[in-house]
């Protein structure tokens, strides 16, 4: 039984990070020189103090049960003095100062199913989102399409053996929970039927004003249907975004036999070199086929193949495909560029070649 | 149904191949938990039948907050029973994801004690991600995390968790302390981030150089991207050092860089620093040769989001070089501004960067209080429909307002 008149304790935030800081990452902070790539997987961190700081970055599953985050616990206890952190994209990373560890932490890592990797030139673990595991609005799946992918270019992960890193991302559907926007390869859900409406239930789950007006391209409008007041959809206007649904679960898009995903290409964050770049359509529908995904796990092999054997040292797949060209792009990775690759929304003049320069 | 575990073939592929596997993960779990056994079955389920089986989520949540746990109904409940409710907490991580394992042992246990044993490390706004329990846990899950020092993140229209790279603690590109900013910041705000009063969400992300490795320039609603004015100090021994040892760079370096400013005798590197671009590409090949400058501070964006509703953006310089220096009270003041406006301008569900496009990034400015600069932009105006704001009268010649 909790006890009555224990009192309860909000708004105290995140606990402060330094208790949770590595000795040696605590005495160096701020201090950091240089760092070198020890090998795929291992950086090495050095100080003006003269400390040195190996990390060994290990791929995680972002789903992940307390059961093996309490065996990470332990290889952190037997490595790392009990510390250990996570990076943004999922990774663990174990950080040692003694190097003659390294080899029997990697083996440990090994026996748990962890592979290490994810540095330099690499492809790292994938951003990706909830799907059919917890969302209501998912288009497909994340982490199973995530481990079928993963599974397929895992050398890269282990091998700093690209001509720049790849960062990959899944969302399950355009809200995109997560930068998909801006990756170097982008799997994004999408559902392609307008609202399968419940006209039955809409007037008492939503407020018609709203879900006419959540619509970018006003294709909603009040409307009586089968005696119910309502809403009705121009079909032509949809363009699947999903955001009705968002304000209104009599809007379903969710649909086994025209869900799928896209696939979106030359993104970054990072200014190194060009400006950050938004992602662009390379395929614009593969269908759903779980439980392995096979066709865009070849899809995906096959854009980072190309891009491995054309691009120079540097470029990341976005730069290289700004160097040759979007044709030979699509002539080189042997997708067909149709109408669908072209853009019709918003300021969609500015994305075409407006000039002579064309490669032949 | 829950007590023995299901039969999934289909998920049982997802086990083969070397990457780690969540439904090993889930399997896990569901030795010792009924709503991970009901999961398995449930996502078995979708994946035969190519949908989602959950419904729209519910509003649900611990006392006194508005954000923080995303509710979660499963529409097969009497074939599912374990997993009819399974709403997910986010909590807030500690800056950079450091953990000591006791910390993270007694999360684990009270997600023992409470929930179905899943996680999420983490979500990709950067909270821990507790996967699934019920609305009657929720209450003793926030109990205990509090006690053991741990508190909720932000969902629906609040400010979210701020997130950061892990700066000063491991990166020599750090050029401010992101980690100490972003604690600042969300200790600071934290009843905007657990009352939710926005017209929508409000993100913040920190980066320490232009690597931006927590991707803040194209997900936050401010970006603060660390960054130098003065000089890329050069190891002269140690560019020659890299050169022995093989790295072409002519051809890697210098004929990369955007500005077009570096210089490569054989022998000697030059930088005209006047024309670098602080796009970190040369540092990023030699690290033990090119530093940062001394004269550090940050570049502040605005408005980046995904393209709900009204297309993606990515941020956009507000203020080309902020210096952070705690209490960080002129960032604050400026935020608060903002938040004043939009909260008062602000159409339900309209990020930040939507409601700049709406009103025109010049207005905005002038309704916050700010002076345009030329680095906001990345070239004037090329469309010569210009709302001028004042015109002249015959009578007198002075000038006076306009229609506009
Ligand atoms: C070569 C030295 C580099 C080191 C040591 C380094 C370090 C890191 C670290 C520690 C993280 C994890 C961040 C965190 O979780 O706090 C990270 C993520 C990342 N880094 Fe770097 N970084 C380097 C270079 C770069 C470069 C050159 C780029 C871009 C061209 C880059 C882009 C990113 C991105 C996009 C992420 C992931 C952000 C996300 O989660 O989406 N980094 N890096
Ligand atoms: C209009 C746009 C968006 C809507 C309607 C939306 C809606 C949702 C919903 C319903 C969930 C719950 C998923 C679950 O059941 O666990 C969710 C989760 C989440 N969303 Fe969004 N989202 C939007 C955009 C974004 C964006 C742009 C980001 C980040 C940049 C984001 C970050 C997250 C995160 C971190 C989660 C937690 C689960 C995860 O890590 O995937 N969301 N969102
Ligand atoms: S991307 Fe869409 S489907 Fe996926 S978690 Fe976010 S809202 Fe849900
Ligand atoms: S899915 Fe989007 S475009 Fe289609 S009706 Fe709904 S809001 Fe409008
Ligand atoms: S953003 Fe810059 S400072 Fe931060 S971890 Fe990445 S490279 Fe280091
Ligand atoms: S930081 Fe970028 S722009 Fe500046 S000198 Fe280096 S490569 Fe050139």
Redesign the pocket.
């Known amino acids: 039984m909790p006890e009555p008149t224990k009192k309860r304790i909000t708004d105290i935030g995140p606990p402060h990070y330094e208790q949770f800081l590595p000795p040696a990452v605590k005495a160096n902070y701020g201090k950091w020189l240089y ?1 070198e ?1 020890v090998r795929p997987g291992v ?1 090495m ?1 050095a100080s003006e103090t003269g400390d040195k700081l190996y990390t060994v970055r290990a791929g995680g599953s972002r789903l992940m049960s307390i059961d093996k985050i309490r065996m990470i616990c332990d290889l952190a206890d037997k490595y790392c003095e009990g510390y250990l ?5 999922h ?1 663990i ?1 174990f950080m040692l100062t003694d190097p003659s560890k390294i080899d029997a932490l990697i083996a440990d890592l090994a026996k748990l199913g962890h592979p290490v990797g994810g ?2 030139r690499s492809i ?1 673990s994938i ?1 990706h989102t909830q799907g059919w595991i917890h969302c209501h609005s998912a288009a497909t799946d994340a982490s199973g399409i995530v481990k079928a992918v993963m599974d397929g270019v895992i050398e890269h992960f282990q091998n700093e053996d690209l001509p ?2 790849c ?1 990959i ?1 899944l969302a399950c559907c355009l809200n995109m929970c997560g ?1 998909v926007h801006c990756s170097d390869i982008a799997i994004l859900g999408v559902h392609r039927r307008p609202p399968m409406i419940d006209h039955a239930s809409l007037k008492k789950t939503c407020e018609i004003p709203n879900v006419s007006a959540s619509c970018p391209t006003a294709a909603i409008r009040p409307g009586v249907v089968n005696g119910f007041e309502s809403v009705v959809v121009e079909e032509d206007r949809c363009m699947f975004c999903a955001n009705c649904y968002t304000v209104c679960p009599s809007m379903k898009l969710n649909d086994p036999l025209n869900d799928g995903v896209s696939i979106w290409v030359g993104g ?3 200014n ?1 070199r060009h400006e950050p770049m938004f992602s662009k359509l390379a395929i614009p529908y593969i269908p759903n086929n779980p439980p392995r995904w096979p066709e865009v796990v070849d899809a995906i092999t096959n854009i980072i193949d190309v891009w491995k054997a054309n691009a120079r040292l540097n470029e ?1 797949l976005g730069e290289w495909i700004e160097r040759v060209g979007w044709p030979r792009f699509f002539q080189l990775t042997g997708i067909q560029f149709e109408k669908l690759h072209i853009d019709d929304f918003k300021h969609a003049g500015l994305t075409f070649k407006r000039s002579a320069h064309l490669m032949y | 149904m829950a007590d023995e575990f299901p039969k999934t073939p289909l998920l049982d592929e997802l086990e083969k191949g070397a990457w780690p596997s969540f439904v090993s993960e889930i399997k896990m779990a569901a030795k010792r938990n009924a709503a991970s056994r009901d999961l398995l079955g449930l996502l078995e389920r979708s994946y035969r039948e190519k949908i989602g089986h959950w419904k729209h989520g519910g509003i649900v949540g611990v006392l006194g907050y508005g954000g923080g746990v995303i509710g979660r109904y499963c529409d097969v409940p009497e074939e599912f029973p374990n997993v009819s409710h399974f709403h997910t907490i986010r909590v807030n991580q500690p800056s ?2 450091y953990y000591s394992t006791s910390a993270l042992r007694k999360i684990c246990d009270i997600w023992e004690r409470h929930g179905s044993g899943l996680t999420n490390m983490h979500g990709s706004t950067g909270d821990i991600i507790l996967l699934g329990t019920r609305t009657d846990e929720l209450e003793p899950t926030f109990s205990e995390l509090t006690e053991v020092g741990f508190d909720l993140g932000g969902s629906g229209s609040d400010v979210r968790t701020p997130s ?3 700066g000063k603690s ?2 020599e ?1 750090a050029c401010y302390d992101t980690m100490a900013l972003t604690y600042d910041l969300t200790k600071s705000f934290q009843d905007e981030l657990h009352r939710p009063a926005f017209p929508y969400k409000f993100k913040f992300k920190m980066s320490g150089c232009p ?5 803040s320039v194209a997900r936050a609603d401010i970006s603060i991207i660390g960054t130098w004015r003065d000089d890329i100090r050069i190891d002269h021994d140690a560019v020659m050092e890299y050169a022995e040892k093989g790295l072409d760079i002519q051809k890697h370096v210098v004929n990369f860089c955007p500005g077009k400013c570096m210089e490569w005798t054989g022998k000697k590197l030059t930088i005209d620093n006047s024309t670098c671009r602080h796009c ?2 040369c540092l ?1 090949l030699m ?1 033990k040769a090119l530093r940062p400058g001394k004269d550090q501070g940050a570049v502040v964006l605005i408005g980046s989001k995904a393209p709900i509703i009204e297309g993606a953006l990515l941020s956009s310089v507000l203020i080309p070089f902020w210096n952070p220096q705690p209490p960080y009270s002129d960032l604050k003041d400026l935020v608060g501004r903002i938040w004043d406006l939009w909260c008062e301008e602000g159409k339900n569900r309209e990020r930040i960067g939507e409601f700049i496009q709406r009103v025109g990034m010049g207005n905005f400015l002038e309704m916050i209080g700010v002076e345009p600069i030329a680095e906001m932009v990345a070239h004037p105006r090329e469309n010569p429909y210009v709302f001028y704001e004042e015109y002249l009268v015959e009578d007198d010649g002075e000038e006076e307002e306009g229609q506009n």
């Open positions: 760092h790539f950086l961190h952190r996570f990076t943004s994209r990774n990373e540095t330099g790292t951003v720049a890193k960062r991302a930068a970054k964050v990072s190194a990341r | 950079g994801w950061c790279c892990l491991r990166c590109w690597n931006d490795c927590v991707a970190m590409h990023n690290p």
